[in-house]
T-cell receptor, first 115, second 114 residues
């Protein structure tokens, strides 16, 4: 079955620390990969996405993610976090088959940044 | 475009009552998704539509849940009768022709069943 795994449930960092959140997917076929962010009390917003091409994807707010096909991974990174990055982060994946796709989310990682 | 619009934003109802959640997708989007978010289970896909047709409802928890999309600009998720364990945030999302784009989420409806 298709699945997305996020191994870090809650990460606590100080401001200016570097961030890496893990994401692994289990799909047979070509996948689209996404990271969404959910700030407290708000809806999900797209941080970045990968469809094809350069495996290093840059998103908004200084975030980036690297697609490593051999490891089935799509980890999210940011070199220096800010207090405003406190939020929940979701990795998601879908199969690139027209008409037969659904977006599957990981369980999310709660990120808390300490000023 | 105003984005995906959900109503109501908050709903408090008594156990046994019927609850209807509404969603207006972004104009021109072919796909519509209903998700449920809880602390215990995270984000779960309940059902999705393509061109108003339900494609996969395997995530709908039980027969008390039903979803319709009578036209391209409106969808409903109904729970009848509601139970306390249905308390969650329900998100609607829409997407253009799937394949190389993301889903756009509404603000969600926070449902509390007492």
């Amino acid at each position: 079955a298709q699945s997305v795994s996020q191994h870090n449930h809650h990460v606590i960092l100080s401001e200016a620390a570097s961030l890496e959140l893990g994401c692994n997917y289990s799909y047979g076929g070509t996948v689209n990969l996404f990271w969404y962010v959910q700030y407290p009390g708000q809806h999900l917003q797209l941080l970045l996405k990968y469809f094809s091409g350069d495996p290093l994807v840059k998103g908004i707010k200084g975030f980036e993610a690297e697609f490593i096909k051999s490891k089935f991974s799509f980890n999210l990174r940011k070199p220096s976090v800010q207090w405003s990055d406190t939020a929940e982060y979701f990795c998601a994946a879908s199969l690139r088959n027209f008409g037969n796709e659904k977006l599957t989310f990981g369980t999310g990682t709660r990120l808390t940044i300490i000023p | 475009d105003a984005g995906v619009i959900q109503s109501p934003r908050h709903e408090v109802t008594e156990m046994g009552q019927e609850v209807t959640l509404r969603c207006k997708p972004i104009s021109g989007h072919d796909y519509l998704f209903w998700y449920r978010q809880t602390m215990m289970r995270g984000l779960e896909l309940l059902i999705y539509f393509n061109n108003n047709v339900p494609i996969d409802d395997s995530g709908m928890p039980e027969d008390r849940f039903s979803a319709k999309m009578p036209n391209a600009s409106f969808s409903t998720l109904k729970i009848q009768p509601s139970e306390p364990r249905d308390s969650a945030v329900y998100f609607c999302a829409s997407s253009p022709s799937w394949g190389r784009t993301e889903a756009f989420f509404g603000q969600g409806t926070r449902l509390t069943v007492v």
